[in-house]
Every structure is written in structure tokens, then in C-alpha cells.
């Protein structure tokens, strides 16, 4: 029983970086996967996340892009479906902002807290290497979402995007849940998880609930971007209106599959992440 779901953000990625990106969306899945055959459903989210911030490869965490004054700010959050939640936006200095944003769900009485700084040097990343991070898991009982990122690259200091925005970037309720990835300007606008998984707890198939999100944010505001989900029984639901979204997916047999990478291994295009207009 249980499933996870990881991804890697919904940006363009330069053919070289590919195999690595695989290497350690499997490797963050599979992290989850243990933890969760353990009964702990939030640690898995969390942990998944971490490896991923960890990695350097992802604009998160240690790979996070600056800001226009050259600093890195960061943004994430977790949701539990039984209606926990916790949030940062715009932290500095912080290894991982996924641990942050867990922490002001467990340790505080807030959902959102901004501006925090820790005192690690974050050097950042120059070319924007990969993009947002997010992780859905569930153990059959609770569902548990993920969401973490440097945010665009140029954006004006204390920008805050969907990633930090419950409801936006992240959201987990009843029988299902959602991280997204993209234009966070846009993706706060129609309160992008939020409205899939309302769909999911009306009953819709993750993969319908996801499609009908995508659909909903380039009708209504044209933004780029894509978004994974699960429902209880951990199904899968994923959509993204851009080349290519890293994901590894981890279901009820054990076994990790990769998707998204299909477009983007054709193409010579590098990845231009998402950038401040
Ligand atoms: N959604 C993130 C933001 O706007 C960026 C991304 O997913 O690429 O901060």
C-alpha cells in the first residue's frame, strides 16, 4: 500500500543533465518509498524533497537561481491532508527550506512565515540549473505534498511564488493531493493545487483532476507550467502544458517509473528556467 510521486519542475533541460536528473528523482522516490514502508508518510515527503534540494541539480536548495540583486531566496511548503500545513517564502541561508517550512507546521501556530534567514552561504546557481522540486506520498490513510524551490531567476528580492503559497504550489485534503510547478505569478491566480485536488475529492481520477488544472491555468491566464497529485489509493495524476516535466513515480508495487523526459531528449535546448518579466 502507499505511492509516491516526485518531480523535478516543469522547465526545459539541456540533454547532458538528463541522466543525473533521473539518477536522483529515483533515488529521491525510492528514499520516500523506505520511509513510508516504515509508517512515516511526512518524513518520506520531507526526505524525498531533500534529496532533491541536496542535489544541486534542481533550482532548489543548494541549486537555487538569484534574485536580481544576487542573492538566493527560497520558497516551500508541506500540507497533510488532514489539514496540517506549513509554509516559508523568501528565506535566506538555509539548506533546506522543505526541513523550514515542516517546521513552522510541527513548531509553530502559523501556516506561513517570510523572510527567515539562516547563516549558511548559499552560492546559488548561475544558469538556473533544473527547476522547482515537489513530492505527493501517501500511505493509504493521510496524503502528504511537497513543494520547494529558488523561485524565477532575476526576481525582485522578496518576490514571494506559488511554492510558498498553500493552496498554489502545494495543497493536500480529504482523499487526495498536489504540488505544481511553473509561472508562480500565474499559478497563485487559480489556486492551481487547490483546484485539483478538489476535483480529486469530487471523485475525478488524479490524472482528469490534473488536466482540468493545466487546462484551467493556460485558459485563464496562459502560464506555463504542470502539476502531480495522488489520491489515496495512489493513483497518479500528472499534466504540463511545457516540453518536459521530470518525474519518478513510485506506486503500490514498488517499482520506480520515469516520465516526462520523452520531448526534451530530442531537442538541443537548454533549460532557460522560469524568468522575472
Ligand atoms: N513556481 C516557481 C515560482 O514561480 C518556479 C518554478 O516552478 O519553476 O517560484
Known sequence: MGA?????GAGK??????????EVLKESALKGAELLRSGKVVDACEEAVKVLEDSGLFNAGRGSVRNSRGEVEMDAS??????RAGAVGAVKGVKNPISLARWVMEKTKHTLIVGLEGNLELEG?????????????TDGRLVVAGTST??????????????????????????????ATGDGDEIIKVCLSFFVVSLIDLGLSPMKACEAGIDLLLRRTKGKGGVVALDLEGNLGYAHNTKSMPVCYVGPDGKPSLLGFEVEEETEEGNEGHESR
Do not use: F, N, Q
Not at 78 to 83: F, L, P, T
Not at 125 to 137: A, H, K, P, Q, R
Not at 151 to 179: E, H
Open 78 to 83: 508541506i500540507m497533510v491532508s488532514d489539514g
Open 150 to 179: 529558488g523561485g524565477i531567476k532575476g526576481k525582485l528580492p522578496g518576490r514571494v511564488g506559488d511554492s510558498a503559497v498553500i493552496g498554489a504550489g502545494t495543497y493536500a485534503w480529504g482523499r487526495g493531493g498536489a504540488s
Open 125 to 137: 546557481s548561475e544558469e538556473g540549473s533544473g527547476d522547482t522540486v515537489g513530492c505527493v506520498v
Open 13 to 22: 533541460w539541456k540533454r547532458e543533465k538528463l541522466k543525473d536528473v533521473k
Open 4 to 8: 509516491i510521486v516526485v518531480h523535478g
